[in-house]
């Protein structure tokens, strides 16, 4: 008999436990003396809102199964929209807007979207391109609607009280359709199960071992989803979340203070924005019991630079996963500060700690080609480099329409379970921790031997005037010329002389010896998302141009 699961359950628990605490806390705006004024909703309110809008939205034809754009800003609206659509047991479609419109355009395209719900904006873009929203027949504006017909959130929400009874979806039902943001590769849906979503919630509380007293800052908008069924406050802080780095750190702070923060997710674009303010100024937050910091890789530097904020017992966690799968591996600042720190500088990799929970992990010999059967897999020795590969309840079994995707990154075991593969590579210590080593897709290839991005670039990076460094590989597979480029900390005087000086850091270094190429960029290209992600496809043809290499020859 299939069980009934439903992420809204969550809610309704975390409602009955703490009827009147605050389940939303949103910035509204500021009085005349610039202090912040804030609009805030309990478990109670947010339980009725969803209840009420969700029997708003059956009336419109939005109903158990149907796909939905959601184009909503973080907010009180977001959070009472969403539980509506798990309730009703529709499918939120949800994409990025950071990963620009066109792109953006396609994803929305691709997932076959049956309804619309976006703010104002959103219906105007909808309107000036109609042919990417042509499978759409119900439209929700959030705010005021204007001369684009449809429904609003208000008139939806106008009805009187009662509660909803929720749809009784099952554990492999889809919950979701969330789009990766393609800094890696073309964009994918990923299908979130109303089981996947269960699995995350309890992995999370379990690991992080989340109180019932909690209040989270989630900075990125998604993971602010998982708030109500935890329990815990989400207080959505004051910041555009698509450019993370550009947030303003005395808003994030002012935010921490002002409710008592005790849990944070941060990228690691803001976690060195906030450190770096923090300990110009001597801040200390604490109230603040653990900071996770996800989305790209974490350099130990970042964290002891944030480290110096936090009080007692409370860490940076760098919890390791992807949109498919969220979290699996994870390790905490202390661990990495005392033990794994120096060895990530000499080039091992970072080290991502060891699977969470009941999370299975294999390190498989490194193949772009598709498997399909787990017995076909080469499991390496402990050591030595390979793909990352995982198995547990929380991971998402498939992609939306992309047989193509499934076959790449999906392989089925005897047990009809799914091991998803990451794209990631890696080695496991004997103490059974994992340690990345950058993209499976970023690896460059040379006649003599195989460049992983991470050790090789925490090469470059122990240079005092290097903020980051990139690899990046020109030429076809197994025939490429190494590539680093340099992101200084400030502007260099001479180029000429740090070049030099990063070459005979490189000779000096058996894992990159043999690079012979290094160019300083003012600022990387990187990924909306986080403002982490480093697109080394985009530098790989900044290197080709200036190593004036014919695509015909060498490309």
């Known amino acids: 008999m299939t069980s009934y699961t439903n992420i809204a359950l969550g809610l309704k628990k975390a409602q009955e436990a703490y009827p009147f605490k605050r389940a939303v806390v949103y910035p509204a705006g500021r009085d005349k003396n610039g202090r912040v004024l804030y609009s805030q909703i309990t478990f109670t309110q947010l339980e009725q809102e969803s ?187 004051d910041m555009d979340p698509t450019k993370p780095a550009l947030a303003n750190p005395q808003k994030i702070i002012e935010a921490i203070e002002n409710h008592g923060v005790t849990n944070m997710f941060a990228s690691p674009a803001l976690l060195n924005r906030l450190g770096k303010y923090g300990k110009q100024n001597q801040v200390k937050l604490p109230s603040l019991r653990r900071v996770i910091s996800a989305g790209a890789p974490v350099s130990p530097a970042n964290i002891e630079q944030f480290a110096f904020m936090l009080s007692g017992k409370a860490e940076v966690h760098t919890p390791y996963g992807a949109t498919e799968a969220v979290p699996v591996i994870s390790i905490s600042s202390n661990e990495i500060l005392l033990e794994t720190k120096t060895l990530s500088e000499k ?29 076909d897999t080469i499991k390496v020795p402990e050591k030595q480099v390979g793909e990352i590969m995982v198995k547990a309840d929380l991971v998402t079994e498939h992609y939306f329409n992309n047989r193509e995707a499934d076959l790449l990154s999906k392989i089925q075991d005897s047990d009809g379970r799914i091991w998803h593969r990451m794209g990631d590579l890696g080695w496991r210590d004997s103490k059974g921790r994992i340690w990345f080593c950058g993209r499976k897709s970023h690896r ?112």
């Not at 009420?52 to 796909?67: F, M, N, P, S, W």
């Not at 929970?357 to 080609?369: A, G, K, L």
């Not at 070459?503 to 600022?523: D, Q, V």
């Open 51 to 237: 209840d009420r809008l969700a029997y708003g939205l059956e009336r419109i034809g939005i109903i158990r199964g149907t796909r939905t754009i959601l184009m909503v800003r973080p907010g009180m609206e977001f959070f009472i929209i969403v539980f509506a659509m798990f309730k009703l047991g529709a499918i939120p479609v949800v994409v990025d807007p950071g990963m620009g419109i066109e792109r953006m355009l396609q994803c929305l395209e691709e997932g076959k979207p049956v309804a619309f719900i976006g703010i104002e904006k959103a219906h105007l873009l909808r309107k000036l391109k109609p042919h990417y929203f042509k499978s759409v027949k119900h439209w929700v504006t959030v705010g005021n609607r204007w001369f684009w017909g449809g429904h609003t959130l208000n008139q939806l929400m106008s009805g009187p009280y009662k509660p909803y009874l929720q749809a009784r979806t099952t554990r492999d039902e889809i919950a979701a359709i969330v789009f990766t943001t393609g800094s890696t590769g073309p964009a994918k849906g990923v299908v979130y199960t109303h089981g996947n979503f269960d699995a995350q919630i309890r992995q999370i509380q379990e690991h992080f071992r989340i109180g019932p007293d909690e209040i989270d800052l989630p900075t990125f908008p998604l993971f602010a989803l998982f708030d109500p069924a935890l329990g815990m406050t989400a207080v959505i802080p």
């Open 347 to 375: 080039g091992y990799g970072l080290c991502i700690g060891r699977p969470i929970c009941n999370t299975r992990v294999e390190i498989i010999r490194i193949t772009d080609s598709p498997i399909t059967q787990i017995h």
């Open 444 to 555: 460059v290839v040379t006649r003599k031997e195989t460049l992983f991005t991470i050790p090789v670039e925490a090469v470059f990076n122990n240079h005092e005037k290097v903020f980051r460094s990139a690899l990046a590989g020109v030429g076809p597979r197994n025939d490429e010329t190494p590539v680093i480029f340099i992101e200084p900390y400030s502007a260099v005087k001479d180029e000429k002389a740090l070049t030099g000086e990063l070459l005979a850091l490189a000779r000096s270094n058996p894992l990159t010896s043999g690079i012979e190429h290094i160019f300083i960029e003012k600022s990387f290209p990187v990924d909306i998302r986080h403002n982490s992600k480093i697109f080394r496809e985009k530098l790989a043809e900044k290197a080709r141009k200036k190593l004036k290499l014919q695509s015909g020859s060498k490309s």
